[in-house]
């Protein structure tokens, strides 16, 4: 660490950090992921030690870029109170997906489905959306395991980030695709 980095806003460095992981996922490098992830979430703590989650001045993109940072590395518990209290504040697609996972995570399959069933089909991110929609609907109806359900949805948070990838590619190239996905 530089004598700079010191002088680096926390929150910043969390961004940087979630961002880095968000981008090593996409790649399929999860070992690189998970070390972003862990730092990010570092940067987060320190964040909200000095500004509290429910504080004012914690703004709610931070908000879920540290749940997802806590998400992916384990710390459930903690993403889903982060990720609560941004989805108190704004609805942000990423909150409703990691929240719920968080909340299979731990056991807690109504939970999961509540909170996958409020993605916004706004967000235009149709594989995730389907994706949600049968787990949900798998777990209503009692026929899958948790574990499972956070296994399909990831292969499918997965398969987004490629279709986002080439969508991207090819309005990079001037084209223009049927239909427009926000990138995660």
């Known amino acids: 660490m530089s004598i700079f980095s010191k002088l680096v806003k926390p929150y910043r460095r969390g961004e940087k950090h979630f961002e880095r992981g968000r981008a090593a996922e996409s790649r399929g490098d999860f070992g690189k992921a998970r070390e972003y992830f862990l730092e990010g979430a570092a940067a987060f703590d320190e964040h909200f030690e000095a500004e509290p989650v429910t504080g004012a001045g914690v703004r709610p993109s931070h908000l ?6 806590y998400v992916r590395i384990g710390r459930d518990e903690d993403g889903l109170r982060v990720l609560r209290e941004c989805l108190s504040r704004k609805e942000i697609p990423d909150a409703f997906l990691n929240a719920g996972y968080a ?28 994706a949600l929609k049968e787990q949900v609907r798998l777990i209503r109806s009692g026929g899958t395991d948790l574990g499972a359900a956070c296994e399909a949805v990831a292969r499918a948070v997965q398969e987004q980030d490629r279709t986002n990838a080439r969508d991207r590619n090819f309005r990079e190239a001037g084209r223009r695709t049927s239909e427009f996905r926000q990138g995660y």
Not at 64 to 69: L, Y
Not at 105 to 110: C, H, M, T
Not at 125 to 130: D, H, K, P
């Open 64 to 69: 879920v870029m540290a749940g997802v940072c």
């Open 103 to 130: 909340a299979a995570q731990l056991g807690r399959a109504d939970e999961a489905a509540e909170l996958w069933s409020g993605y916004p089909s706004w967000a235009g991110q149709r594989v995730v959306e389907r």
